[in-house]
């Protein structure tokens, strides 16, 4: 790879670290009530801080290297600490560690209000362990949900030394948006509804917050999906010419996607509900991002512009599910991750230039993409069911019935989002200064 | 000496403070409150979600006044506040017993 490129590799890292820090902290923390904003916004925060470490140290080993165990994970002592690697061999565990983290924070909007913040820094090293890393490795890793021999898709329709059609998901719809959509779901049922939920009017804070978080967003899912190809093993000018080639159209379709999904997420509200809200622009926007993320590569504009439409309305109409269902997904990780991955994942067996049911070429590819969701959405709900029960039977999800009414913000982090008001009958209490001597005079004489 | 309270609309409250400083009134308190009455609140949807908001915002102004001076500056308030729709608000005057200007220590007309 020539010096262009990886100085590309390097932006696009930073630009998917921008979607979640502040990205979706903003973007979930203006949905949040005023209570309970700080606690939102640390989420994504803390998965940063604490994600970053973990895959450092065992993240990148047990996503990918050569010690494969049963196709699920790898070895995660073969490469621990980076051992191993060196070099511009960094550049790649920058960018993909930047991916645990978001997946991860993304699972947060689930559980606004009421997870314990300690409950939480003990979820995220244990979830990406048994949940992110093992997805990585099977979609990205040459594990079971690859193309490789015996894989999902070599089991379903065989070929030469590997599967005759290979799953296609280029930057995540299973590993990112179904996993953290499926992790918010189990997450959600785990700790139960929020006090009021259903009741009392529990409606975002402050929306635009919420616009900046999508548009950050938007922007920063430019190094999230354009970053994501991958070179083989061209070099040089070939690698540049392909580069162009590849980045070119990834980058229209997800920007198209993304833009019919906010316009049929508003036109869905503006039949349904009589007026167009920018939270539902907001929330098409992210709608579209998730269903384009696995899809963008395999698409052309205009199939991508279908994907879009077809994501945003459907999320749109997923939201509602919650209350007919009962289960208080609080900020829609189901209804957009889950739902939006799953129409992403699922779409490119329709619309794949390549292997689309629409373009004459059969339903192989759209039966390997079925399965591969499947598996996934399996993979995480009893991932996140075993490390949800482990950590409420050890130290408890869910903070006081007091704590909750009086907001996460007091109760766990001790903070006040907004002082506005001059008139808060606060006071300082009187810090411990150093005794302070007069210095003797001729004392450094 | 009263105290002439009245709870107005908001965009109304401009005219209202400019046609009582025409008639001489020097000051006031302005303070932004919600209620509701006769006009009820609003609906707000969040994703569907649909909330009913019962209070509607509204401006209240507080002015002590000679005796002599309330019913003109009723009227004022009224004529200059009314749009003929819902919603409009009302004005009310109570009697008070002393004033005192911090400042100095002035007591009752004098403080006004």
Redesign the interface.
Known sequence: MDYGLQAWMLVSASLVLLMTTPGLALFYGGMSRSKSVLNMMMMSFSAMGVIGIVYVLWGWSMSYGAQDVALLFNNPFETFGLNGISGTGYMGVGFQLTFAVITAALISGAVADRLKFSAWLVFLPLWVTLSYFPLAHMVWGGGFLSGVQNGLADLLFSGDGGAAVAPIDYAGGTVVHINAGVAGLVLALLLGRRLGFGKE?I??HSLPLTMIGAGLLWFGWFGFNVGSWVPGDLTGDAAGTYWLEETSLVWLNTTVATCAAMMSWLLV?KL????A?S??AA?GVVAGLVAITPACGALSPVGSIILGAVAGALC?LA??LK?RFGYDDSL?VV?VHLVGGLVGTIGIGFLALDGGLFYGDGIRQLVVQLAVALFAVLWSAVATLGVGLLVKAVIGLRVTEEDEVAGIDLADHGESAYDLSSTSGSSRRPAVLAESKPVAEGANA | MKLVTAVIKPHKWEDVREALETFGVAGMTVSEVSGYGRQKGHT????????D?ALVPKIRLEIVVEDADADDIVEIIVKTAQTGRIGDGKVWVQPVDAVVRVRTGDRDESAL
């Open positions: 009017p409606k975002p509200e349904r509900d009589g007026k809200t939270l539902g929330s749109a939201v509602g209350y829609d209804g | 707000e949807v969040y994703r569907g979600a649909e909330y908001i």
